[in-house]
């Protein structure tokens, strides 16, 4: 059985735990006195040498992506903070900037020091103003405190910190669409190269770092590559934030070592709903396909979900019971993905519009028997066409449901109706109706 | 070069040739929508999706991309091996699974649309689509078209947002007037529409009636000179022109590849007519000059040619009324009028070709003996010719574009670069030429371009390129080896062109005339010019030196001229349009030309003559580089040459200048080695001050204003900017107006009122009108033109 | 723009603060447009030309933008946006109920406002919240673990002007207009209101201080915990 290992998670809950006095009490920028005095080089080997993986999504080590920044040459280079947390089911940082800004606030730091940055963003979904006056705060803590601005703590490096806010868009995570938008302009994927490495923000050399990420640096700077990497498996070192959301007895955030099951998660849960059967969950979030039961002994690292033909994702566990449609699951996945699609390209665009009206059909009782086939081949229309992952995520959920479900697909055709009684689902008793 | 192999070819190609282009030279053509070779990569539209190869580790051992790539984004890598529809099962799987999705919200009106038969997305449809569509739910569909200018228009449900127009505007002439909206299935390109995007207009301004249009407070509504190239670029059927939509079939129309009259760019266009009637112009693929972009003008302005005022019948002036008749009796009264004149004058205009000016020069020295010939029918001046004459006529192929915008840095002086520089302003732009602008203050167009402003009132250039010589290389390094361009109204600047010459020689500089009609320099070259003969050379035929433009008006007024004959020129161009009516009246007129225009109220005899779509001819353009194009319609219309040889014969002197391969061969036996006519040398005048309520003129033509050859064409006029009066701060703080309120500018001859608008880096006593624009023709109404003291009045209300 | 000079001092001074914070002027876009929805409301024509001449663009390019991002209206919002998420999880969790009680309890459809002006009802996408499922934002504050009676509670005691406490967010939930201030980057004070966390946020916390693992943080000296805790058997 493995265990929780509260990190990340460790200070939530705790009385003004947002605060910097509550965040220096315990342990807080500890870690950015140890980095001030290091080789800003050194720091950057120490989170190579962890092993830490990007934590917004796509797995990229994080050390690495760092190193890809060209030598200076004398001009700006920034950090920018991935806190536009909108994949469905993923509900992580949003509650780590709510009740710890100041970790992810040290990680900025610590992380700027190292890169040679002097200006950070936080890029901020703009629909969590709680979270925004939170994070604003603790700059404005940081920056009483000569954690901020000129000559941090005497080391002689400056850093400014611009916490911004989106204003409704999912694509705006995907890094270049977030730096477009963070340009003022529309939040649409830049064609690559150049990378943001190269010409990110600005055109000047950018990283683009997710929030659990960044705040992961200081526990990796105060306590060594080699403690983080004995954390976790080979390949995914160190602790992440599990997310536990639908149909479970305690939902929440579980923050445990890479590789932890889903089945141990479940327990730890206090299992699916009473009186329920686990139908199927999404591993990273909607964008990766679905797993059922059967995959209940995956190890939740991202090898092994890869290996099991889905993606460990933001580790945004949804779970869902006998109850659920799935077609009305998917269908509503796929309606997000039309809203959310950015149009700059046409199979993302066109393709998740013809789903949605297909999937909308069928589901209200309208499908036809060669729907199943178009339903099978627009998918392969999206996927490796579109522009950016918006696109190749899109049809997961769809996929692999097919997979799995092919005859709840059939019984709605059949039917002309959908089988499933919808409150049978709520969380609340549907009598209050 | 990179070598790499597509469908099995091998080929070289330069590095950085991106897949799509490098498959073209191969002779493989890979669908697409949003490329385009002149504007950056986007990868939007997916539909040129291939499979790509390329060599990976030490022994360059192939690896495949994992999925299809865009061949309009990336660029050819050695060794890399393409595969496109041609040869692979994948690129031709993704190109179809693509063309399908972008099918599926595509109306099926090809039938009605103008596009038909020239659509590229018709054609991808036939290679790469279904045959039927699987699509069976609701289309996306809108309410059409939406007008985008006055002249375009757009239907939106065409549209496969390949924003092949949203990055022209933006990359190519830097106007964003239109710009992709809303998200997803629901974008669209478009202006600030309210109405289109749903939003609630300002509390308590519903009423407003200025909301019906484009609301001038939401912002610059100018869409730029050069919208028109959205039209020809969009690969659906989703933009149109006002003045071409519904008006034909593209499969019914004759397509002649042409040369545009309206600048002296003389840009390469497309004439496409239909059984004898020009119904659309385009842009031609010129890669050193135009590229394949043209100005708005040049595409939407050719009804002129076909106006109603277009003579098809000699006319001749009898009992004061003008009346059609034969061509031998209008011949025969032609040359009795030149026949029996004591003294004549030559006014053939600035928009000839150069087979039409080398006639009129034959015609007038060698038939009417006189020297008094002059092609500016514009401000001019002496030192002017003898600029022309020293520098610029027979010197050939000078300076070229390429040259001019590759340049370590441009002067311009006289010239304003978008309102006067047509296509060379997108040419300026694209390369990010360091300008510096010797203006009176920092024009759109100026600061467009990034340029430096050196403010220099008009009539000061002189003096200031004086300075500038003084200083030469060492005082004025970031200017060595520049280019300096001298705009053609710098005739109105005593010394400018003495000194610019100087300048040019301490800068180590090359020097660039710069005229704006098509038809100038061509006429320089044939000499028609006082004391000017073809190929610059100097008069050597014993007649006594002749009038230039403003002696001969002068000379007619007082009757010292008795008979002039006319080419194509309107009269209220002319530096003093009541003088030289009154002069015009006095003397006899033979006039040559398209239309009735202003000579049917003078002139005795009038001469019809083709316009350039209907005769063969040459332009020669700023660089003077010869630009010859044919004829495009068939046509009884004949050319100024063909009428003056006619005439000549009558006059029992016949020339040889009847055709193209005439005046060809005379130039092709000049001989180098003439003399060139000395350098002006005219000192610039002192600073003239001004007392309250008073400025100094400036003003210059907007590229799109109320020139005759943009007649009978209301969408671009429509789409032109408002003219505006636009003076200093110090100036505005003076009069107590403030951008939008009316000023009232006057000579003794007569007042101009026009909303105002600050401009903050105008010199304090300057004030700028658009010289020939709705409400402002500053020639003919104020008579006076750049450099002049104005009188100036703040009024309460516009258009009193 | 038809704004009083006083609000188009005071929509100048704030919009120099805002580009104040960034490299490039154009940064300042998105704020500016919260901003703006703070006066009127909504991203009306006026707040198109200000953005526009402001930041030297077109009113086509704003537009552009402000009709990209779903948090900026095209018609004036109601005094309280009433967010009930409808994506897969919370939609089906009971989301959807949710939104049809609120909908028929305000007699409006998704996107209308109600004709006092009060309340605007949205359907919204996953508002990174799912372990509270189903979710409703007030104005962007968290409502958490909705019932179709809860919400109408909401609705109730926000009409009726009585104190109306988001789950993780300030003591009261602020207007619209104020929040959109407030997502300019002026702050509003309220940081130190609400809880640190709700219950699912710490659930596996506690539940493992509860089985005795290390509280890594708890001791203050913020020592990593022994590797042991975590389980290498997890890495076969």
Same mark, same amino acid.
């Given at each position: 059985m493995t265990a929780l290992m509260p990190l990340l998670t460790s200070r939530w809950g705790n009385p003004e735990s947002w605060t910097l006095k509550a965040y220096e009490a315990t342990g807080g920028y500890e870690a950015l006195a140890a980095a001030l005095k290091m080789e800003p080089a050194a720091i950057i080997d120490t989170v190579k040498d962890s092993g830490l993986r990007g934590r917004g999504g796509a797995g990229f080590p994080t050390g690495v992506k760092w190193s890809f920044l060209p030598p200076p040459d004398g001009g700006p280079r920034y950090l920018v903070v991935n806190a536009d947390e909108s994949e469905p089911g993923t509900c992580k940082d949003i509650p780590l900037m709510m009740a710890d800004p100041h970790s992810l606030l040290e990680g900025v730091i610590i992380t700027s020091f190292a890169i040679g940055c002097h200006h950070a963003f936080i890029y901020l979904r703009g629909e969590v103003v709680h979270v925004y006056r939170r994070l604003l705060n603790a700059v404005r803590e940081a920056k009483q405190a000569g954690l901020l601005g000129n000559?941090?703590?005497?080391?002689?490096? @400056?850093?400014?910190?611009?916490?911004?806010?989106? =204003?409704? &868009?999912?694509?705006?995570?995907?890094?270049? $669409? /977030?730096?477009?938008?963070?340009?003022?302009?529309?939040?649409?994927?830049?064609?690559?190269?150049?990378?943001?490495?190269?010409?990110?923000?600005?055109?000047?050399?950018?990283?683009?770092?997710?929030?659990?990420?960044?705040?992961?640096?200081?526990?990796?700077?105060?306590?060594?590559?080699?403690?983080?990497?004995?954390?976790?498996?080979?390949?995914?070192?160190?602790?992440?934030?599990?997310?536990?959301?639908?149909?479970?007895?305690?939902?929440?955030?579980?923050?445990?070592?890479?590789?932890?099951?889903?089945?141990?998660?479940?327990?730890?849960?206090?299992?699916?709903?009473?009186?329920?059967?686990?139908?199927?969950?999404?591993?990273?979030?909607?964008?990766?396909?679905?797993?059922?039961?059967?995959?209940? @002994?995956?190890?939740?690292?991202?090898?092994?979900? =890869?290996? &099991?033909?889905?993606?460990?994702?933001?580790? $945004? /566990?949804?779970?869902?019971?006998?109850?659920?449609?799935?077609?009305r699951a998917v269908s509503r996945w796929m309606d997000f993905y039309a809203h959310e699609s950015c149009g700059k390209c046409t199979p993302c665009r066109e393709g998740t519009f013809w789903l949605r009206s297909v999937l909308r059909r069928i589901e209200a009782g309208g499908g036809r028997p060669e729907d199943m086939q178009i339903l099978q081949d627009i998918p392969k229309s999206i996927v490796g066409r579109a522009f950016c992952p918006l696109g190749d995520g899109a049809p997961s959920a769809l996929t692999s449901s097919l997979k799995f479900f092919p005859e709840e697909y059939a019984r709605h055709i059949e039917l002309g109706a959908c089988p499933f009684d919808h409150a049978a689902s709520y969380l609340f008793e549907a009598v209050t109706l | 070069?990179?070598?790499?192999?597509?469908?099995?070819?091998?080929?070289?190609?330069?590095?950085?040739?991106?897949?799509?282009?490098?498959?073209?030279?191969?002779?493989?053509?890979?669908?697409?929508?949003?490329?385009?070779?002149?504007?950056?990569?986007?990868?939007?539209?997916?539909?040129?999706?291939?499979?790509?190869?390329?060599?990976?580790?030490?022994?360059?051992?192939?690896?495949?991309?994992?999925?299809?790539?865009?061949?309009?984004?990336?660029?050819?890598?050695?060794?890399?091996?393409?595969?496109?529809?041609?040869?692979?099962?994948?690129?031709?799987?993704?190109?179809?699974?693509?063309?399908?999705?972008?099918?599926?919200?595509?109306?099926?009106?090809?039938?009605?649309?103008?596009?038909?038969?020239?659509?590229?997305?018709?054609?991808?449809?036939?290679?790469?689509?279904?045959?039927?569509?699987?699509?069976?739910?609701?289309?996306?569909?809108?309410?059409?078209?939406?007008?985008?200018?006055?002249?375009?228009?757009?239907?939106?449900?065409?549209?496969?947002?390949?924003?092949?127009?949203?990055?022209?505007?933006?990359?190519?002439?830097?106007?964003?007037?239109?710009?992709?909206?809303?998200?997803?299935?629901?974008?669209?390109?478009?202006?600030?529409?309210?109405?289109?995007?749903?939003?609630?207009?300002?509390?308590?301004?519903?009423?407003?009636?200025?909301?019906?249009?484009?609301?001038?407070?939401?912002?610059?509504?100018?869409?730029?000179?050069?919208?028109?190239?959205?039209?020809?670029?969009?690969?659906?059927?989703?933009?149109?022109?006002?003045?071409?939509?519904?008006?034909?079939?593209?499969?019914?129309?004759?397509?002649?590849?042409?040369?545009?009259?309206?600048?002296?760019?003389?840009?390469?266009?497309?004439?496409?007519?239909?059984?004898?009637?020009?119904?659309?112009?385009?842009?031609?693929?010129?890669?050193?000059?135009?590229?394949?972009?043209?100005?708005?003008?040049?595409?939407?302005?050719?009804?002129?040619?076909?106006?109603?005022?277009?003579?098809?019948?000699?006319?001749?002036?009898?009992?004061?009324?003008?009346?059609?008749?034969?061509?031998?009796?209008?011949?025969?009264?032609?040359?009795?009028?030149?026949?029996?004149?004591?003294?004549?004058?030559?006014?053939?205009?600035?928009?000839?070709?150069?087979?039409?000016?080398?006639?009129?020069?034959?015609?007038?020295?060698?038939?009417?003996?006189?020297?008094?010939v002059d092609f500016r029918a514009r401000v001019s001046s002496a030192e002017e010719a003898q600029f022309l004459a020293h520098h610029v006529a027979g010197s050939g192929a000078g300076v070229s574009l390429e040259e001019l915008i590759a340049a370590p840095s441009v002067v311009l002086a006289g010239f304003e670069p978008e309102e006067e520089g047509g296509i060379l302003y997108l040419r300026l732009r694209e390369a990010g030429t360091k300008v510096y602008a010797l203006a009176p203050f920092a024009s759109r167009g100026v600061q467009r371009l990034g340029g430096?402003?050196?403010?220099?009132?008009?009539?000061?250039?002189?003096?200031?390129?004086?300075?500038?010589?003084a200083l030469g290389k060492a005082g004025k390094p970031e200017l060595a080896g520049s280019v300096i361009v001298v705009g053609e109204r710098l005739a109105s600047s005593p010394g400018a062109f003495s000194n610019a010459l100087k300048a040019a020689a301490a800068l180590d500089a090359k020097l660039v005339w710069m005229p704006r009609r098509a038809g100038e320099r061509a006429a320089l070259e044939a000499g028609l010019l006082p004391g000017l003969r073809l190929g610059g050379r100097a008069a050597q035929d014993g007649l006594p030196m002749g009038l230039d433009l403003a002696g001969s008006v002068a000379a007619a007024a007082a009757g010292e001229i008795d008979t002039i004959l006319f080419g194509g020129l309107e009269v209220s161009d002319l530096p003093d349009p009541h003088l030289a009516r009154e002069a015009f009246a006095k003397a006899k007129v033979v006039a040559l030309g398209v239309r009735r225009g202003a000579v049917e109220s003078f002139a005795d005899v009038i001469l019809p003559v083709a316009p350039p779509q209907e005769k063969a001819g040459t332009f020669i353009n700023w660089e003077g580089r010869v630009r010859p194009f044919p004829q495009v319609l068939v046509s009884t219309a004949v050319s100024d040459a063909k009428v003056l040889a006619r005439l000549a014969e009558a006059l029992g002197k016949p020339q040889p200048i009847g055709s193209v391969a005439a005046v060809h061969q005379a130039l092709a036996e000049l001989k180098p080695g003439a003399e060139r006519a000395p350098a002006p040398a005219v000192a610039p005048p002192p600073v003239r001050p001004t007392g309250a309520g008073e400025a100094i003129l400036s003003t210059w033509r907007m590229q799109v204003d109320c020139a005759a050859g943009l007649d009978y064409e209301p969408y671009l006029a429509a789409s032109a900017p408002a003219p505006l009066v636009r003076m200093s701060s110090e100036l505005a703080r003076e009069l107590g107006v403030k951008d939008s309120d009316p000023v009232a500018v006057s000579t003794k001859r007569g007042q101009i009122v026009l909303p105002c608008k600050v401009e903050a880096t105008a010199a304090a006593n300057l004030i700028h009108l658009p010289a020939k624009s709705p409400g402002s023709w500053v020639l003919e109404t104020l008579g006076v033109t750049s450099g002049a003291v104005v009188q100036l009045a703040a009024l309460k209300e516009v258009g009193q | 723009m038809s704004y009083a000079p006083e609000t188009l001092r005071a929509l100048k001074r704030d919009a120099s603060q805002i580009m104040a914070r960034y490299p490039s002027p154009r940064s300042a876009l998105l704020p500016m447009l919260h901003l703006t929805q703070s006066i009127d409301g909504y991203v009306s024509p006026d707040a198109i030309a200000f953005c526009a001449e402001t930041l030297d663009l077109t009113a086509s390019e704003v537009s552009a933008v402000a009709t990209f991002y779903s948090q900026f209206k095209r018609q004036p919002n109601g005094q309280y946006t009433l967010g009930v998420c409808i994506t897969s999880l919370c939609g089906l969790m009971g989301g959807d109920a949710i939104y049809e009680r609120l909908s028929e309890y305000l007699g409006v459809g998704n996107d209308q406002t109600t004709d006092d002006g009060l309340f605007t009802l949205e359907k919204i996408e996953c508002n990174a919240a799912c372990d509270y499922a189903p979710v409703m934002m007030v104005n962007w504050e968290f409502f958490d673990n909705q019932t179709p009676t809860s919400a109408v509670e909401v609705v109730e005691a926000l009409r009726a002007g009585r104190p109306c406490r988001p789950t993780r967010g300030p003591d009261q939930v602020p207007t619209f207009k104020e929040v959109s201030r407030t997502l300019a980057g002026f702050d509003d004070g309220l940081a130190n209101q609400g809880p640190s966390a709700g219950a699912p946020s710490v659930v596996g916390k506690d539940l493992a201080a509860a089985q005795g693992g290390t509280s890594v943080v708890a001791d203050a000296a913020g020592s990593a915990p022994a590797p042991g805790a975590a389980d290498k058997e997890a890495d076969k």
């Amino acid at each position: 059985m493995t265990a929780l290992m509260p990190l990340l998670t460790s200070r939530w809950g705790n009385p003004e735990s947002w605060t910097l006095k509550a965040y220096e009490a315990t342990g807080g920028y500890e870690a950015l006195a140890a980095a001030l005095k290091m080789e800003p080089a050194a720091i950057i080997d120490t989170v190579k040498d962890s092993g830490l993986r990007g934590r917004g999504g796509a797995g990229f080590p994080t050390g690495v992506k760092w190193s890809f920044l060209p030598p200076p040459d004398g001009g700006p280079r920034y950090l920018v903070v991935n806190a536009d947390e909108s994949e469905p089911g993923t509900c992580k940082d949003i509650p780590l900037m709510m009740a710890d800004p100041h970790s992810l606030l040290e990680g900025v730091i610590i992380t700027s020091f190292a890169i040679g940055c002097h200006h950070a963003f936080i890029y901020l979904r703009g629909e969590v103003v709680h979270v925004y006056r939170r994070l604003l705060n603790a700059v404005r803590e940081a920056k009483q405190a000569g954690l901020l601005g000129n000559n941090i703590k005497g080391s002689g490096f @400056d850093l400014e910190v611009t916490v911004h806010t989106g =204003a409704g &868009a999912y694509i705006c995570g995907e890094e270049t $669409a /977030l730096l477009d938008s963070l340009e003022g302009r529309r939040g649409q994927p830049r064609l690559k190269p150049p990378f943001p490495a190269v010409a990110g923000l600005y055109a000047r050399p950018t990283v683009v770092n997710n929030v659990e990420s960044i705040a992961s640096v200081p526990w990796i700077v105060k306590n060594g590559a080699d403690w983080w990497k004995s954390i976790g498996t080979e390949k995914s070192t160190g602790v992440a934030i599990y997310s536990l959301s639908g149909h479970v007895e305690r939902p929440g955030q579980y923050e445990a070592p890479l590789g932890i099951t889903m089945r141990e998660l479940l327990e730890l849960a206090g299992g699916v709903r009473q009186g329920h059967q686990l139908k199927f969950w999404m591993p990273g979030g909607s964008s990766t396909p679905m797993f059922t039961p059967e995959q209940l @002994d995956v190890p939740l690292d991202y090898d092994s979900v =890869a290996a &099991a033909g889905s993606m460990l994702g933001t580790r $945004a /566990l949804q779970c869902f019971d006998e109850t659920v449609c799935v077609v009305r699951a998917v269908s509503r996945w796929m309606d997000f993905y039309a809203h959310e699609s950015c149009g700059k390209c046409t199979p993302c665009r066109e393709g998740t519009f013809w789903l949605r009206s297909v999937l909308r059909r069928i589901e209200a009782g309208g499908g036809r028997p060669e729907d199943m086939q178009i339903l099978q081949d627009i998918p392969k229309s999206i996927v490796g066409r579109a522009f950016c992952p918006l696109g190749d995520g899109a049809p997961s959920a769809l996929t692999s449901s097919l997979k799995f479900f092919p005859e709840e697909y059939a019984r709605h055709i059949e039917l002309g109706a959908c089988p499933f009684d919808h409150a049978a689902s709520y969380l609340f008793e549907a009598v209050t109706l | 070069m990179v070598t790499c192999t597509i469908d099995g070819i091998e080929i070289d190609v330069p590095k950085g040739t991106l897949i799509i282009r490098a498959a073209e030279q191969a002779g493989i053509m890979i669908p697409r929508f949003c490329d385009h070779p002149l504007l950056k990569p986007v990868a939007a539209c997916r539909q040129c999706l291939v499979d790509v190869a390329s060599p990976f580790g030490p022994e360059g051992k192939l690896r495949p991309f994992p999925k299809p790539q865009p061949a309009c984004a990336i660029e050819v890598t050695p060794g890399m091996v393409v595969g496109t529809q041609m040869t692979s099962a994948a690129a031709k799987e993704a190109q179809e699974q693509v063309a399908e999705l972008v099918l599926i919200n595509h109306p099926l009106d090809c039938p009605v649309c103008d596009k038909g038969g020239e659509c590229p997305l018709q054609n991808q449809a036939m290679s790469t689509g279904r045959p039927v569509s699987r699509f069976v739910d609701k289309k996306n569909t809108f309410p059409k078209p939406l007008s985008l200018t006055p002249q375009i228009l757009l239907d939106r449900e065409r549209c496969v947002l390949c924003q092949r127009c949203t990055r022209f505007a933006l990359q190519i002439p830097g106007d964003p007037f239109i710009a992709l909206q809303m998200r997803g299935a629901n974008q669209q390109i478009g202006t600030f529409d309210a109405d289109v995007l749903g939003v609630a207009p300002v509390a308590g301004e519903a009423a407003d009636e200025s909301t019906g249009d484009v609301p001038a407070v939401c912002g610059e509504p100018f869409a730029g000179y050069f919208a028109g190239n959205i039209v020809q670029i969009c690969p659906v059927g989703a933009l149109t022109s006002a003045a071409y939509r519904f008006r034909a079939r593209p499969f019914d129309l004759v397509s002649t590849a042409s040369v545009a009259e309206h600048d002296a760019n003389c840009s390469a266009i497309r004439i496409d007519y239909r059984r004898g009637v020009v119904l659309r112009r385009q842009a031609g693929d010129d890669p050193t000059l135009n590229q394949e972009w043209i100005s708005d003008k040049d595409r939407f302005g050719f009804r002129w040619q076909t106006a109603p005022d277009r003579l098809d019948k000699p006319l001749v002036r009898r009992d004061g009324e003008l009346v059609e008749v034969s061509w031998p009796v209008a011949i025969a009264a032609a040359a009795e009028i030149l026949g029996q004149a004591k003294t004549t004058a030559v006014l053939p205009g600035g928009r000839l070709t150069l087979e039409d000016a080398y006639a009129y020069g034959v015609f007038a020295r060698r038939v009417l003996g006189t020297d008094n010939v002059d092609f500016r029918a514009r401000v001019s001046s002496a030192e002017e010719a003898q600029f022309l004459a020293h520098h610029v006529a027979g010197s050939g192929a000078g300076v070229s574009l390429e040259e001019l915008i590759a340049a370590p840095s441009v002067v311009l002086a006289g010239f304003e670069p978008e309102e006067e520089g047509g296509i060379l302003y997108l040419r300026l732009r694209e390369a990010g030429t360091k300008v510096y602008a010797l203006a009176p203050f920092a024009s759109r167009g100026v600061q467009r371009l990034g340029g430096k402003l050196i403010r220099c009132l008009p009539g000061q250039e002189g003096q200031w390129l004086s300075e500038l010589a003084a200083l030469g290389k060492a005082g004025k390094p970031e200017l060595a080896g520049s280019v300096i361009v001298v705009g053609e109204r710098l005739a109105s600047s005593p010394g400018a062109f003495s000194n610019a010459l100087k300048a040019a020689a301490a800068l180590d500089a090359k020097l660039v005339w710069m005229p704006r009609r098509a038809g100038e320099r061509a006429a320089l070259e044939a000499g028609l010019l006082p004391g000017l003969r073809l190929g610059g050379r100097a008069a050597q035929d014993g007649l006594p030196m002749g009038l230039d433009l403003a002696g001969s008006v002068a000379a007619a007024a007082a009757g010292e001229i008795d008979t002039i004959l006319f080419g194509g020129l309107e009269v209220s161009d002319l530096p003093d349009p009541h003088l030289a009516r009154e002069a015009f009246a006095k003397a006899k007129v033979v006039a040559l030309g398209v239309r009735r225009g202003a000579v049917e109220s003078f002139a005795d005899v009038i001469l019809p003559v083709a316009p350039p779509q209907e005769k063969a001819g040459t332009f020669i353009n700023w660089e003077g580089r010869v630009r010859p194009f044919p004829q495009v319609l068939v046509s009884t219309a004949v050319s100024d040459a063909k009428v003056l040889a006619r005439l000549a014969e009558a006059l029992g002197k016949p020339q040889p200048i009847g055709s193209v391969a005439a005046v060809h061969q005379a130039l092709a036996e000049l001989k180098p080695g003439a003399e060139r006519a000395p350098a002006p040398a005219v000192a610039p005048p002192p600073v003239r001050p001004t007392g309250a309520g008073e400025a100094i003129l400036s003003t210059w033509r907007m590229q799109v204003d109320c020139a005759a050859g943009l007649d009978y064409e209301p969408y671009l006029a429509a789409s032109a900017p408002a003219p505006l009066v636009r003076m200093s701060s110090e100036l505005a703080r003076e009069l107590g107006v403030k951008d939008s309120d009316p000023v009232a500018v006057s000579t003794k001859r007569g007042q101009i009122v026009l909303p105002c608008k600050v401009e903050a880096t105008a010199a304090a006593n300057l004030i700028h009108l658009p010289a020939k624009s709705p409400g402002s023709w500053v020639l003919e109404t104020l008579g006076v033109t750049s450099g002049a003291v104005v009188q100036l009045a703040a009024l309460k209300e516009v258009g009193q | 723009m038809s704004y009083a000079p006083e609000t188009l001092r005071a929509l100048k001074r704030d919009a120099s603060q805002i580009m104040a914070r960034y490299p490039s002027p154009r940064s300042a876009l998105l704020p500016m447009l919260h901003l703006t929805q703070s006066i009127d409301g909504y991203v009306s024509p006026d707040a198109i030309a200000f953005c526009a001449e402001t930041l030297d663009l077109t009113a086509s390019e704003v537009s552009a933008v402000a009709t990209f991002y779903s948090q900026f209206k095209r018609q004036p919002n109601g005094q309280y946006t009433l967010g009930v998420c409808i994506t897969s999880l919370c939609g089906l969790m009971g989301g959807d109920a949710i939104y049809e009680r609120l909908s028929e309890y305000l007699g409006v459809g998704n996107d209308q406002t109600t004709d006092d002006g009060l309340f605007t009802l949205e359907k919204i996408e996953c508002n990174a919240a799912c372990d509270y499922a189903p979710v409703m934002m007030v104005n962007w504050e968290f409502f958490d673990n909705q019932t179709p009676t809860s919400a109408v509670e909401v609705v109730e005691a926000l009409r009726a002007g009585r104190p109306c406490r988001p789950t993780r967010g300030p003591d009261q939930v602020p207007t619209f207009k104020e929040v959109s201030r407030t997502l300019a980057g002026f702050d509003d004070g309220l940081a130190n209101q609400g809880p640190s966390a709700g219950a699912p946020s710490v659930v596996g916390k506690d539940l493992a201080a509860a089985q005795g693992g290390t509280s890594v943080v708890a001791d203050a000296a913020g020592s990593a915990p022994a590797p042991g805790a975590a389980d290498k058997e997890a890495d076969k």
